[in-house]
């Protein structure tokens, strides 16, 4: 531990993280929607640390603060980019810690992020988990409604698994839903985990939120899922995490619209 936060202080000045982006497609038109910004951290002694190893040593010294920064700055040029590149209404997701929601400023910094990055805030999309929200309800509320009075879009993440709240749902200004990939594995061999999917889909678009599921890995969740009115989906069986490069190529292919792994 001491090791990974000797090494984990110093990692941002040196170059050490890169973002990885998986794509999001949606069942109807089965055409790429977004990408997830996912957050990779290699040191040249540990090697690659995976994120559920590092985000909460992070998260734990106060680094979250700055390496979420460079998170949501390199994702909002990411997408410009691929915007100059012809590649146009892609939408970014950006997980995004509670210890930032800490700070009464952040949606202030989001959106001089998105100013300087020359990048409409319909074109982010910010994710956050329930316990995110647990830290301190009116504050991360207040923030939501600020972020969403700009225009940014917003995710409740891995949802089922926490505190799987009616009354955040209903009380936070949330456009998407995402259902942690728990649910989505055994959605064809376990008629509870397909039934709490079918519900979470149900209620969410009762309240006017759309669904994307996490963690399609074959061909029958994507059926089923289709079948049960999801709207997007994400998942190794539609694509893995890739670098920029590999994505732009992703992006390219998806230009042909015979193409889709939806
Ligand atoms: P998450 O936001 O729920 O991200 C989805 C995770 O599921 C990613 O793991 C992704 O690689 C993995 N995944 C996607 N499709 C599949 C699938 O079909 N099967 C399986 N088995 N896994 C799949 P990853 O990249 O290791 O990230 C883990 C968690 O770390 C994320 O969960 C998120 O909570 C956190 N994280 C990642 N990047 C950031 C970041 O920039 N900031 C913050 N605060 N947290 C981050
Ligand atoms: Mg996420
Ligand atoms: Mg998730």
Known sequence: RQLLD?????ALEKDEFTLHYQPQFNLDTGKLVGME???????????????DRFIYLAEESGLILKIGEWVLRTAC???????EQGFTGLRMAVNVSGVQFRD???AQNVARILDEC????????????????????DRVRR????????GVHLAVDDFGTGYSSLSYLKGFPFNR??????????VDTDPDDAVITQTIIA???TLGMEVLAEGAETEAHIRLLREYGCDEVQGFHCGRPLPDAAFTELLRQQLDPSISPV
Not at 118 to 137: A, Q, Y
């Open 118 to 137: 020359g990048l409409e805030p319909s074109c982010l999309e910010i994710e956050l988990t329930e316990s995110c929200i647990m830290d301190n309800p």
């Open 77 to 83: 040029s990411q997408v410009r980019l691929w915007q």
């Open 37 to 51: 910004a996912l957050l990779r951290w290699s040191n040249p002694v540990l090697g690659p640390i995976a994120p």
């Open 177 to 186: 839903v995402k259902i942690d990939r728990a649910f989505v594995r055994d």
């Open 6 to 10: 000797g090494h984990l202080a110093h």
């Open 143 to 150: 923030i939501l409604l600020q972020l969403k009075e700009m």
């Open 104 to 106: 009464v400023h952040f």
């Open 203 to 205: 209620m969410a678009h």
